[in-house]
């Protein structure tokens, strides 16, 4: 009896369902398995898809807008199950056995794709599209991945976070810091050693070395298993949500004060916000915990909403600037730079700007009686406004550059691949900011039964952001074939107008990142 009420209370357990020993369980040794964990997952998953574009365009011959859209829709899907992978961990399962789950089954799919990265009969003979049963292969192991993916970054972080003292901000705050290090770190690993590996060696040993690495990233998380804590599942909460929707249509003829009387209140965050919700109360099922878990959770939303056309400018990174690459000259004196590890710039300053941060943010909080408005500057949402900024500062910098690249190739010029440094260092750093303060606000701003949906956000907008560039590259290239030649048309960048592409992207960041401010400031 006296675990259910620790369990209902939102105590933390340890494994054998006893209450958790902060002596013994969590902490910040517990917390840290999760950031090492992340460093090798990330290299996997970045590893593999960095690569997927070349991989669908030499051995499986797809078209480029093929691969390119193969790429995003598997990006996007990935992420995208983030939302499926929280809603299990906060409804049924912990944390820990939703990551040992999902994980084992991104395992299985890479094993699939193994094998037929290394059994010719499974892969299209030269110059022939891939058969039936070898896309049937081929998708089977990309999705399996995307749904392992989905399940491992809903529960991963919320997990590591669930280690630490809830009652120290700082300390929440700074262990997303480093866990966006670790996903740095891993994908540093994933631009430079990895893609030489699958460069110089093939896909064969690509393949083999990330079984072998996410088998040994899940043996050491399952290691950790004694010293975690762990928060049993409270049921659905999209239930709760609806019930909660439901009963405020059905008393929405109620009035206000009479629907707030019904029951009392806690101190609540959003009190004031969404006072229909209030209505809900009239309902015999409906506990005011729910209506505030209910309007924490809508709060969040347009939040979340306003940082996905981000992530389509990201997307570009993945498809149109590697092609970019292919055609650029690559050499530095006798070394041939793969186009992929032009990540290693802006991943090189994510990982030292990290670090930094955490001395200022000490140096500043030290101070803070005499600095307050330092301190304001490394919020969330201004670090998240910051970063969207950058978007359209990146996108605007890439349409300079592609124009200046088609114009010399036009002459015969082949320019060199450090040009596309800048879009890939503006939008390195404000991919830094921007999922680094989503990561630690939909955690620290969510309802406590509702974190690993509510961190998911942070990765759905990513799968949201890649959708839609597959979307804005089919909608641009059917209007501009209205008005004579697409955008986009064709494999040979050198006869597509891509710059322009990128200047509609900069046009619709900018105005997203009004939209942003619109809300961050009403939040």
């Keep these: 009896m006296a675990v259910e009420m620790n369990i209902e209370n939102g105590e933390f357990e340890d494994w054998r369902g006893s209450k958790a020993d902060p002596a013994k369980h969590g902490g910040v040794t517990a917390s840290s398995i999760a950031c090492v964990v992340e460093v090798l997952e990330n290299m996997v998953f970045l590893s593999n898809a960095t690569n997927f574009v070349e991989y669908f365009l030499k051995s499986m011959h797809y078209s480029a807008a093929e691969s390119a859209n193969m790429v995003t829709n598997f990006m996007g899907t990935s992420f995208l199950l983030t939302i499926f992978g929280g809603f299990v961990s906060d409804s049924f399962l912990t944390r820990f056995k939703t990551f040992i789950i999902f994980c084992t089954l991104e395992l299985l799919g890479l ?9 010719s009969r499974l892969l299209p003979a030269i110059n022939s599209k891939p058969s039936k049963t070898q896309e049937a292969i081929l998708y089977t192991g990309l999705y399996a991945i995307a749904a392992g993916v989905g399940g491992v970054k809903a529960a991963l972080p919320a997990h590591g976070a669930d280690q630490l003292d809830h009652s120290n901000q700082r300390l929440v705050s700074s262990f997303f810091n480093w866990f966006f290090f670790s996903l740095c770190f891993g994908g540093l690993i994933a631009s430079t050693v990895m893609i030489w590996i699958q460069e110089n060696l093939g896909w ?22 004694p010293i975690y804590r762990y928060k049993r599942p409270g049921g659905s909460p999209l239930s709760r949500i609806f019930k909660v929707l439901a009963s405020a249509i059905a008393n929405r003829k109620a009035s206000l004060p009479e629907a707030e009387n019904t029951q009392i209140y806690g101190e609540k965050r959003n009190h004031d916000k969404f006072r229909f919700l209030n209505k809900a109360l009239m309902g015999e099922s409906v506990a005011s915990t729910e209506v505030e878990e209910t309007k924490t959770f809508i709060g969040l939303l347009p939040i979340f909403a306003s940082t996905i056309m ?8 993945m498809t149109f600037s590697v092609q970019q690459g292919n055609i650029m000259n690559r050499s530095l004196n006798s070394f041939k730079i793969p186009t992929q590890s032009l990540s290693v710039f802006p991943i090189s300053i994510m990982l030292a700007s990290i670090p930094i941060y955490e ?55 082949v320019l060199s691949v450090f040009w596309l440094v800048w879009q890939y260092l503006l939008l390195g750093v404000s991919d830094m900011l921007t999922l680094g303060g989503m990561l630690e606000f939909f955690y620290s701003e969510a309802p406590d039964t509702m974190r690993s949906m509510s961190t998911a956000l942070s990765w759905c907008s990513t799968a949201m952001g890649y959708f839609i560039s597959s979307v804005l590259v089919t ?44 809300w961050a400031r009403r939040y």
Excluded at 111 to 119: N, P
Excluded at 310 to 317: D, I, K, T, W
Excluded at 369 to 396: D, E, K, V, W, Y
Excluded at 505 to 511: A, E, M, R, T, V
Aim: proline residues 1%; aromatic residues 10%; glycine residues 8%.
């Design 475 to 518: 909608i641009s290239n059917s209007v501009s074939g209205h008005f004579g030649k697409e955008w986009l048309g064709g494999s040979d960048l050198n006869h597509t107008r891509l710059d322009l592409f990128y200047m509609l992207l900069c046009i619709l960041n900018f105005i997203n990142l009004l939209n942003y401010i619109f």
């Design 111 to 119: 094993i699939l794709l193994t094998i037929q990265a290394q059994d």
């Design 310 to 317: 981000m992530n389509c400018c990201l997307a570009q990174l």
């Design 359 to 413: 001395y200022f943010v000490r140096m500043f909080r030290s101070k803070n009686n005499h600095h307050p408005g330092l301190l304001n500057m490394f919020q969330p949402l201004r670090r998240i406004g910051l970063g969207l900024a950058l978007a359209s500062g990146s996108m605007a910098a890439a349409a300079v550059v592609e124009a200046k690249r088609r114009e010399a190739a036009n002459d015969d010029v």
């Design 204 to 225: 064969n040993w690509g393949f083999k070395i990330s079984v072998v690495t996410l088998s040994v990233a899940l043996c050491i998380f399952s290691m950790g298993f």
